[in-house]
């Protein structure tokens, strides 16, 4: 008995670490509320997901707890200002847990190309720690993307991460390369469907989609799925003037809830 809960234990351990290294993106608490379809999405943590859509003279901040697991929590902290025509951001991510710990700092500039288009050029570097003897390194992740709004009715974005797919700083691991597009529809003021789709060598294509409906703008509720790995997720927000506070859980089927929580402030 004790060998097939051993066996069972360790081959979750494994699916989880696969998941961390192999799928090294960063989600607040509304892209988890939206069931993670947030590629056409305009909002204060827009610099996590599409940095060519991030807003400036913005700060924000989060924690993920992956899978309800403490030794899993992932943690955030960003910052994005106006400069001229363009949005320069800075991101900071960790991940730590038993012997596994990994790092990210991003830097991004989104650039207007005009009147309703923009462009942004991001690099990642990533650490990854000591492992139980594989020791640990550095890889450069570059992304690029793109992001149109139309009359603030309808927006489209278009993001490739890691471009030279580079691999994992403990072997020959890849590092997702993946290339997702997304859109936006903003039926009312209170209400928006996000749809999202994306391909990597890790899921193949994985699609999706989630709702916002905003009351007053002041509380937003939200709901949507995803395909490849199966999501779904529910979320609320609540936002006071410039500042914001947005709670989630993903759900999977597999692993259970990820709760999370995000924190912004706009000047």
């Keep these: 008995?004790?060998?097939?809960?051993?066996?069972?234990?360790?081959?979750?351990?494994?699916?989880?670490?696969?998941?961390?290294?192999?799928?090294?993106?960063?989600?607040?608490?509304?892209?988890?509320?939206?069931?993670?379809?947030?590629?056409?999405?305009?909002?204060?943590?827009?610099?996590?997901?599409?940095?060519?859509?991030?807003?400036?003279?913005?700060?924000?901040?989060?924690?993920?707890?992956?899978?309800?697991?403490?030794?899993?929590?992932?943690?955030?902290?960003?910052?994005?200002?106006?400069?001229?025509?363009?949005?320069?951001?800075?991101?900071?991510?960790?991940t730590g847990f038993a012997s596994f710990t990994e790092s990210q700092m991003g830097l991004s500039y989104r650039q207007r190309l005009g009147e309703d288009i923009h462009a942004a050029v991001s690099l990642r570097l990533f650490h990854a720690g000591d492992v139980e003897g594989y020791g640990g390194g550095v890889a450069v992740l570059p992304d690029l993307s793109i992001f149109y709004q139309n009359h603030e009715r309808f927006s489209t974005g278009l993001i490739i991460r890691n471009v030279i797919k580079s691999t994992h700083p403990f072997g020959d691991t890849p590092l997702s390369h993946d290339m997702g597009i997304g859109g936006c529809w903003h039926f009312s003021k209170q209400l928006q469907l996000n749809i999202d789709a994306s391909h990597s060598p890790v899921y193949s294509i994985s699609i999706g989609a989630g709702i916002e409906w905003c009351v007053k703008d002041v509380l937003f509720?939200?709901?949507?799925?995803?395909?490849?790995?199966?999501?779904?997720?529910?979320?609320i927000g609540y936002k006071l003037k410039d500042f914001r506070v947005d709670l989630a859980s993903l759900y999977q089927p597999m692993l259970g809830y990820t709760p999370s929580i995000s924190l912004s402030y706009k000047w």
């Design 1 to 94: 008995m004790k060998t097939a809960a051993s066996t069972i234990r360790n081959s979750l351990f494994m699916y989880l670490f696969i998941q961390v290294i192999t799928s090294h993106a960063q989600h607040d608490a509304v892209s988890n509320g939206l069931g993670r379809n947030m590629i056409a999405n305009n909002n204060p943590y827009s610099l996590l997901h599409n940095p060519a859509a991030a807003e400036g003279n913005v700060v924000f901040s989060g924690t993920e707890m992956r899978h309800n697991i403490n030794k899993l929590a992932h943690h955030f902290i960003g910052a994005s200002v106006n400069i001229g025509r363009g949005v320069l951001g800075m991101t900071l991510a960790h």
């Design 221 to 235: 509720f939200r709901t949507g799925f995803r395909s490849n790995p199966q999501l779904n997720g529910f979320g």
